[in-house]
């Protein structure tokens, strides 16, 4: 019941402007090649991607949510983008949740799991990446949240020394600070997914479930293009990947010209999968890679490392 109200909750808000509104792509009247001379493809992890953008975790568990997650499953394999699914978190309590998790892709958890729920998440999965989430502020808000987190950090640790496949330290919407990214990198994690404010905000949602609304603490954290400042100077140490508030092809151009690897999307692509169905997510999809084509062309990056830096803030 929780996860449908989330869902339910984030569905209902729709982002309008984002920190990215604040900046503006380099702009060629004169273009210099045509569409097949451009290459999407990107490296995250060690892995090649065909395209820049793939869906986010979002949530998993109960019948309602693992529906949800082998749709993106079935579409994403169509569509050649990368799916990283929701938190493993109900699998590991129950059988059919563990059997209905999409495998061989990406495994989530809360940095709240102990090395050896880590352990267990991975090898049942058999998946690529390890996907550790942190949701501080979330677990603060929520009710039945964590109250104690002495043990994150250690988690986190034990998990860079025990775990041999790429781990992803990823925010939840809520931006990530320079300490935070140091941490991974003095931890020699494969990337950061960035993940900032203006999108999802758990701060909201879990206001809009209480009695007692907080609504002040919607505003603690950094904005997806703010965290993407931050985390510039650090590209050359640690795969960045952004996500938060993403809405169309030139947010995911954006972030990537600002030194994103990757960007992820997860609430705009799950009101389309909810409201109008799997075709026309497909459709938008396909559209959403043919534009990213449309604006490197524009922008005279034939790939993705060429754009960076073709960008002004305004
Ligand atoms: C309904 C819902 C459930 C989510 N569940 C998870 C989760 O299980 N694990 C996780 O790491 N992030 C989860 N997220 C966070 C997203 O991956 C992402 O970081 C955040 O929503 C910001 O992106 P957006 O603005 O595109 O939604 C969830 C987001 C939504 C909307």
């Known amino acids: 019941m929780r996860k449908k109200d989330h869902i339910n909750i984030a569905l ?5 402007n984002t920190s990215l509104d604040n900046y503006k792509i380099d702009y060629n009247s004169i273009p210099k090649f045509g569409i097949d001379d451009v290459d999407t493809s990107t490296k995250v992890c060690g892995y090649s991607w065909k395209y820049p953008f ?3 975790a979002i949530t998993a568990g109960g019948e309602y949510c693992n529906n949800i997650n082998k749709q993106f499953e079935k579409i994403c394999t169509e569509c050649e983008i990368e799916f990283f699914p929701g938190s493993y978190s109900p699998a590991l309590k129950n059988e059919t949740d563990k059997i209905n998790y999409p495998k061989s892709r990406s495994v989530n958890l809360g940095l709240d799991k102990n090395i050896d729920q880590i352990k267990d998440a991975v090898k049942q999965t058999n998946a690529k990446y390890l996907q550790l989430h942190t949701n501080p502020l979330q677990e603060m808000i929520m009710p039945e949240g964590d109250r104690n987190f002495e043990n994150w950090l250690t988690n986190l640790t034990n998990a860079s020394k025990k775990i041999d496949i790429p781990i ?8 990530m600070s320079s300490e935070t990214i140091k941490t991974a990198i003095n931890l020699k994690l494969a990337a950061v997914d960035i993940s900032g404010l203006h999108g999802t905000n758990f701060a909201r949602i879990e ?7 907080s609504p002040y603490l919607e505003e603690i954290g950094y904005s997806t293009a703010e965290s993407l400042e931050i985390a510039k100077s650090y590209r050359n140490d640690i795969d960045i990947i952004a996500s938060g508030g993403i809405r169309n092809p030139l947010d995911v151009v954006k972030c990537l010209a600002l030194g994103a690897k990757a960007v992820g999307v997860s609430r705009v692509f799950l009101d389309i999968l909810i409201n109008e169905g799997e075709d026309a997510l497909r459709r938008e999809i396909n559209k959403w890679k043919l534009e990213i084509k449309y604006l490197m062309i524009l922008m005279h990056a034939k790939n993705v490392n060429e754009l960076f830096g073709k960008i002004r803030k305004i």
């Open 168 to 175: 992803i330290l990823k925010e939840t919407g809520f931006g």
């Open 12 to 16: 209902a808000e729709k982002t309008e």
């Open 207 to 213: 206001n809009g479930r209480s009695s007692s609304p």
């Open 54 to 56: 793939f869906i986010n």
